[in-house]
C-alpha cells in the first residue's frame, strides 16, 4: 500500500480523518488539549503517512512543533506554496495581528507578566504601561494598517488587539474560558517565524517612535 495513504486504515480513519483535514486546512494548530485530544492522537499515531499525503496530494506541509505534553501540529503554509489548497480556505495573519502577537509574547515571556490573563488586562498594560514605546507601537500599526498615523488611537487599538486575540482562538494560539485565556504551545510558532523581530522589539518600537519625531 502507498505509504502515503496508510493512516486512511487506522481504525478512527473514517470518524477522524474529516476533523482533522478540515482543522489543518484551515490553519489550526492540533494540540492535545480537551476537544484537540482525540483528532491530535489521530495525527500522532499516523504523522509519517498522514505527511507524505498533504505533500503528494496538495504540495504542503504537515509539520509539527513542540515536544512531549506541549507537541502540536500543523500545516507549514509558509514553507512553500499553498498548492491545492482552495482559496476560501487559505488562512493569513494579518500584519496588525502579527504585530499584537509580537506584543504578547513581549509581556509575558520577555517582561515576565505571567498572570496576564484577559484581553481587557492586555489592553490596558498596552495603553498604560508601556508609554516609552506607545508612540512606535501606534505608528507601526498604522503602518500595518496603511492607515495615517493620525487615525490611531486607544480605541482603535483596543479593537485591533481584542480581534487578534480573537484570531489566536481560531487557530489554537490561545484557548478562552470566559473571559480568561490561556496560551497554548503552539504560540511558540511566532518566535520561531520572527525571532529576529521579537527579540529586537524594543529597538524597532522605538526606531518607529525617533522617525515620527524627526
Known amino acids: 500500500m502507498n505509504e ?8 478512527d480513519a473514517a470518524r477522524l480523518f474529516s ?26 499515531e499516523n504523522f509519517q503517512s498522514m505527511r507524505l499525503y498533504y505533500q503528494e496530494y496538495f504540495g504542503i506541509v504537515l509539520d509539527q512543533g513542540g515536544e512531549t505534553v506541549e ?8 514553507a512553500q506554496s499553498r ?31 505571567i498572570e496576564l490573563n484577559t484581553v481587557s488586562r492586555f ?22 494598517r496603511r492607515d495615517k498615523n493620525t487615525q490611531m488611537d ?11 486575540m480573537d484570531e489566536f482562538r481560531k487557530i489554537g494560539w490561545i484557548v478562552f474560558e470566559g473571559e480568561v485565556f490561556d496560551v497554548m504551545p503552539s504560540f511558540q510558532r511566532l518566535p520561531k517565524i520572527y525571532g529576529d523581530y521579537i527579540n529586537n522589539i524594543e529597538s524597532w518600537l522605538k ?8
Do not use: C, W
Not at 490553519?27 to 484537540?36: E, K, M
Not at 507537541?71 to 509558509?78: G, H, L, N, Q, V
Open 4 to 11: 502515503a495513504l496508510k493512516f486512511l486504515i487506522h481504525e
Open 19 to 44: 476533523k482533522v483535514d478540515y482543522a489543518l486546512k484551515n490553519g489550526i494548530h492540533i494540540q492535545d488539549y480537551r476537544t484537540q485530544t482525540e483528532i491530535f492522537g489521530f495525527i500522532n
Open 71 to 78: 507537541k502540536y501540529f500543523f500545516i507549514d503554509f509558509m
Open 83 to 113: 498548492g491545492g489548497i482552495p482559496d476560501d480556505n487559505r488562512h493569513f495573519l494579518p500584519n496588525e495581528y502579527v504585530i499584537i502577537g509580537f506584543l504578547l509574547f513581549k509581556v509575558i515571556y520577555i517582561d515576565g507578566y
Open 123 to 144: 489592553q490596558r498594560m498596552v495603553r498604560l504601561d508601556y508609554e516609552e514605546l506607545k508612540p512606535g507601537i501606534y505608528r507601526i500599526l498604522a503602518k500595518a
Open 154 to 164: 486607544d480605541e482603535r487599538v483596543d479593537k485591533i488587539i481584542a480581534d487578534a
Open 207 to 214: 526606531e518607529e517612535k525617533n522617525e515620527k519625531l524627526s
